[in-house]
């Protein structure tokens, strides 16, 4: 996310947004309704209430006797609630890194959790053909960012009048037991080359064998 400036005037470079991922259609069919829980919840914007369980409900008449477990409470930089649109979650996040990029600043978007935690639907989500700028689809934060960079590079070419020209080219890394595989090399045998990271004399991050390709268009990021 976009470093954000404090009253104090300092800056920090990472911020967390957590987005909590509401119950699926498929969840209502394939777990048992005595499964369903809703543990954690937004409490505000910026903090989100972990319910006390103590596992499933029990078919038991005896009481429960000892002091009710408490719920804890964590703080973040953002909370996002069940509701929270692919839209809102863009503008939110990721969109002020668009003008940061351009700018010349390094901006990664990293999505972290568990399987089937929503990081692909948050990231990539669905219609990928439709208009970035409509709130109302389910575009993640991936085509809504490269159809925003490619706009905004357009933008900046036509206000200098042609005095200003860009490139931009994309790479496909997959992280796979601590080892950086391209996946963009054309290789008919089959086999990946490993990708190496290393830092230069002068703090600028190298990528060692890595492929990168020439794009025109958000289209043929997402292709």
């Known amino acids: ?25 498929h969840d209502a069919t394939s777990i048992p309704p005595r499964f369903q829980k809703i543990v954690v919840n937004d409490s505000s ?23 009710p477990a408490k719920k804890q409470s964590f703080n973040f930089d953002q909370v996002h609630g069940q509701s929270t649109s692919q839209f809102q979650l863009y503008t939110s996040t990721a969109q002020p890194l ?22 692909t639907h948050s990231m990539t989500g669905v ?3 439709a208009d970035p700028n409509d709130a109302s689809n389910g575009m993640g934060i991936i085509p809504r960012s ?9 933008e ?40 190496q990271i290393r830092e230069d004399k002068d703090g600028h991050i190298i990528w060692g064998g890595l492929r990168e390709v020439t794009v025109r268009n958000a289209t043929e990021v997402m292709r």
Request: glycine share 10%; hydrophobic share 40%; net charge negative.
């Open 98 to 119: 668009v003008g940061r990029f351009l700018e010349g600043f390094n901006c990664t978007v990293l999505a972290y959790g568990q399987t089937s935690s929503g990081k």
């Open 146 to 154: 490269v159809a925003a960079i490619f706009a905004k590079a357009q």
């Open 156 to 195: 900046l070419k036509g206000e200098r009048a042609g005095g200003w020209q860009y490139s931009l080219k994309g790479s496909f890394i997959e992280l796979y037991n601590e080892d950086l595989i391209d996946l963009l090399v054309d290789d008919t045998t089959g086999a990946r080359r490993e990708v």
């Open 1 to 25: 996310m976009a470093p954000a400036t404090s009253n104090s005037g300092s800056t920090t470079s990472v911020q967390v947004a957590v987005r909590i991922r509401p119950i699926t259609t």
């Open 45 to 67: 914007a910026t903090s989100v209430v972990v319910d006390a369980t103590n596992g499933p409900p029990t078919q038991t008449a005896q009481p429960v006797t000892g002091a």
């Open 127 to 129: 219609d990928l053909d």
